[in-house]
């Protein structure tokens, strides 16, 4: 049995001028299908249409582009090649970590729309279902949370919704990391100005879509 692959024409302008691309529309079936022989490949495929359909459900209109080159893919982001995918490295654009198994599915991402803002994924197996998904969106400025929160799953649900705000404040970040390579611990010392606190009403819903809880700020 063949799996046919639908394709439209996309316009991609790279930094070097015009180039015509191909936009693949790819289908979890063929992602899969690649997956087998594949591992690395049919991953990132299964990524980007994880994270596609996400960024979507949330009501963004950039997502990855999918494009042939040779007998791989390419793929773009605003117009913007996006080199090593699943290593957390995307040309500071668009950074992807993402594990799928037989038992469970992660992905964490952040997706950065200007110097100063971004908005990260978090997308995990949902607790009451095991063929959906848990989708959650959170919107960053200067490292700091701020605007939208939101939680809804791959088949629509939508689980709680809510607001954060910054107050102007002084504290101290102290993060620590560590080298997997030497066993050594180091830490970074981050003064910040503002701090992230929830604002407005946060509603929180039932998987049948029953409001359960309401909070004001």
């Known amino acids: 049995m063949s799996i046919k692959v639908i394709s439209t024409i996309a316009i991609c302008l790279m930094a070097a001028g015009q180039h015509f691309a191909q936009a693949l529309i790819i289908t979890p079936a063929f992602a899969d299908s690649i997956q087998k022989t594949d591992l690395k490949l049919g991953s990132e495929l299964n990524a980007i249409l994880l994270y596609n359909d996400a960024v979507k459900s949330f009501g963004y209109a950039d997502t990855i582009v999918i494009s042939r080159s040779g007998a791989g893919f390419n793929y773009f982001y605003k117009d913007s090649l996006l080199?090593?995918?699943?290593?957390?490295?995307?040309?500071?654009?668009?950074?992807?970590?993402?594990?799928?198994?037989?038992?469970?599915?992660?992905?964490?991402?952040?997706t950065q729309q200007s110097l100063t803002d971004r908005f990260e994924l978090f997308i995990r197996d949902a607790s009451f279902d095991r063929n959906d998904l848990v989708y959650k969106l959170s919107h960053y400025t200067d490292d700091i949370q701020t605007g939208r929160y939101e939680e809804r799953t791959k088949s629509g649900k939508v689980l709680v919704t809510g607001q954060y705000s910054q107050m102007d404040s002084l504290y101290v970040d102290t993060l620590t990391y560590f080298d997997p390579e030497t066993?050594?611990?180091?830490?970074?010392?981050?003064?910040?100005?503002?701090?992230?606190?929830?604002?407005?009403?946060?509603?929180?819903?039932s998987p049948e879509g029953i409001l359960v809880k309401e909070e004001k700020y």
């Open 183 to 205: 066993y050594e611990e180091s830490q970074e010392i981050i003064h910040r100005t503002k701090f992230a606190i929830k604002s407005g009403v946060w509603r929180y819903y």
């Open 83 to 110: 080199p090593d995918l699943l290593h957390w490295y995307s040309n500071n654009q668009v950074k992807i970590d993402y594990s799928r198994t037989w038992q469970e599915t992660f992905m964490s991402s952040s």
